[in-house]
């Protein structure tokens, strides 16, 4: 389809999206509706930064997980520089969550990129003079951790103010679709760019160093949309308002329950493909470790891609449900293959169900909550995201003396089990196909009294 119909126009950010199964009436729905955000340009220059930005993170956990195996030859270290990083977002957080409701998000996205920069730029130059220890990596992954806190809330919480409201899962759908696509090419060239001799590990960081500067570049095109959050409040109780605003809306406790489940049942495995690609279970180094992180970036962007069409026919709840069984089933056929050709499609469902799962959680996310509130309720959000390398960690070590393989089975079988749990159990989950809006509570409800410290 063509997108000459152009927008340099950003909605206003009073009232809540809002997102049903069918779509409005004049909307455009299913496969043409997910590429309507393109035609407004301020949308567009965010997604190409954002593209950009997919690529150097994706790039660069393929160089930094390969390179700390490479130097220590232990899954515990996988997990020790994960750990690093998701240290900060669990310290962090909240606070970077408050401070993106009560800033301008554009300078805040700027300030974070440059801050990215520094840090990828850094690896190269450690790498590139022949001094690199694994203390520095988890140094550098937890300054990026750092800086993650505040430039996600920001991010995010800024992508629904650049579009209409009846928008909001196509431009999620294109944001993720972005980072799946990435996925397809990032890793494998970051796997082959680091068998070259010629441009190596050192070459490899130096390109994600570049493309943190397009990121800056593409970022400071887009308009700034002003602060949404004016309260002059102090900062410790905007926090405690986004925390009361959250406990408030059972739905919004229930997406977050979901997200938690995929990302510490279902997400460790990603950060383990080091030790599938390499002696002890297929050897094929890390050209065969980009293949595979390919094989599930190509799942992830036909998943990213196809989600609304799918919500659109069959119930954003139902294809959230099935998404996740398809997760679970795929991770446990994943630790039973014993041969590199057959993990790759299944590499390739598991991008497909888990991209798919996500993208109708985070949808909600925002379709249930008030705009001067997504800064602070995306890094609750976030939370869960900063749980899994806090949870990689003892699944790494564990892996080391019982084995990868049974280990990303077990975690298959304990999402199938938590997923049927809350199913059975969980009354909201069966309404999420008939959800319309969530009422907004009043101002009194979670904001502090003058009285209250």
């Known amino acids: 389809m063509?997108?000459?119909?152009?927008?340099?126009?950003?909605?206003?950010?009073?009232?809540?999206?809002v997102w049903t199964a069918g779509g409005d009436e004049g909307e455009e729905t299913g496969w043409?509706?997910?590429?309507?955000?393109?035609?407004?340009?301020?949308?567009?220059?965010?997604?190409?930064?954002?593209?950009?930005?997919?690529?150097a993170m994706n790039m660069g956990a393929i160089a930094r997980s390969f390179?700390?195996?490479?130097?220590?030859?232990?899954?515990?270290a996988l997990g020790l520089v994960s750990l690093s990083w998701g240290i900060p977002m669990v310290l962090f957080s909240i606070y970077g969550g408050a401070i993106a409701d009560h800033s301008d998000k554009r300078k805040l996205t700027l300030v974070s990129q440059a801050c990215l920069f520094a840090t990828a730029f850094t690896a190269a130059v450690l790498v590139h003079t022949g001094v690199i220890r694994i203390w520095q990596i988890a140094l550098l992954a937890f300054v990026e951790g750092t800086v993650f806190s505040f430039a996600i809330p920001a991010r995010m919480a800024w992508l629904p103010e650049l579009v209409k409201g009846d928008e909001l899962m196509s431009s999620m759908a294109l944001s993720n679709g972005a980072m799946q696509a990435t996925r397809v090419v990032g890793p494998a060239l970051a796997g082959g760019l680091i068998a070259?001799?010629?441009?190596?590990?050192?070459g490899t960081f130096y390109l994600v160093s570049l493309c943190y500067v397009i990121v800056f570049i593409c970022m400071s095109r887009v308009r700034s949309t002003g602060v949404s959050d004016t309260d002059r409040m102090p900062l410790a109780s905007r926090m405690m308002a986004g925390l009361r605003y959250m406990a408030a809306h059972d739905y919004l406790m229930l997406l977050l329950v979901l997200a938690l489940l995929l990302?510490?049942?279902?997400?460790p495995f990603q950060i383990m493909l080091p030790v599938f690609a390499g002696k002890e279970v297929y050897d094929v180094g890390s050209v065969g470790l980009g293949v595979m992180a390919?094989?599930?970036?190509?799942g992830a962007t036909i998943g990213a891609f196809m989600v609304r069409s799918w919500a659109d026919s069959f119930g954003r709840g139902r294809v959230q449900f099935m998404a996740g069984l398809g997760f679970g089933i795929g991770l446990f056929l994943f630790g039973l293959a014993d041969r590199f050709y057959f993990a790759l499609p299944i590499l390739a469902l598991l991008g497909l169900t888990s991209t798919s799962y996500m993208v109708i959680n985070n949808t909600m996310v925002f379709a249930c909550s008030e705009p001067r509130f997504h800064g602070r309720v995306m890094a609750v959000y976030m939370l869960t995201w900063s749980v899994m390398p806090v949870a990689a960690m003892p699944i790494a070590a564990l892996a080391?003396?019982?084995?990868?393989?049974?280990?990303?089975?077990g975690l298959g079988l304990s999402l199938l089990l938590a997923l049927a749990a809350i199913r059975l159990f969980y009354g909201s989950y069966g309404r999420l196909d008939s959800l319309e809006t969530v009422?907004?509570?009043k101002l009194e409800e979670v904001e502090p009294s003058e009285s209250e410290p």
Not at 2 to 17: R, V
Not at 32 to 53: D, I, K, V
Not at 67 to 76: I, K, Q
Not at 294 to 298: D, E, F, I, M
């Open 2 to 17: 063509g997108f000459s119909q152009e927008s340099d126009s950003a909605p206003s950010p009073e009232g809540a999206p």
């Open 32 to 55: 043409t509706g997910t590429f309507a955000p393109l035609r407004n340009r301020q949308f567009r220059m965010y997604w190409l930064g954002m593209l950009a930005y997919f690529m």
């Open 67 to 76: 390179l700390a195996y490479d130097l220590t030859g232990r899954a515990a």
């Open 196 to 202: 070259l001799p010629i441009f190596g590990m050192r």
């Open 263 to 267: 990302v510490v049942l279902g997400t």
């Open 294 to 298: 390919t094989c599930a970036g190509v």
């Open 400 to 409: 080391d003396v019982v084995g990868v393989q049974r280990i990303v089975s």
């Open 439 to 441: 009422p907004s509570l």
